[in-house]
């Protein structure tokens, strides 16, 4: 999970540690996705299912 991250530069490696930190586009990710469900998911999932198909 961490090596996709790094791919996508969301995180980076402290130097002479195990740790991670967050960059700034990470940070823009995070919160973004955090917003999206927020905002659409957690609505949508207390719809009626009969609502949904239509």
Known sequence: MLKRLRVHHLVKK???SYKYYLTS???MV???GLKLRELVLI???SR???LLAS
């Open 48 to 50: 009626p299912t009969y």
């Open 25 to 27: 586009l990470g940070r």
């Open 14 to 16: 402290c130097v002479n």
């Open 30 to 32: 995070i919160a973004s």
């Open 43 to 45: 609505p949508s999932l």
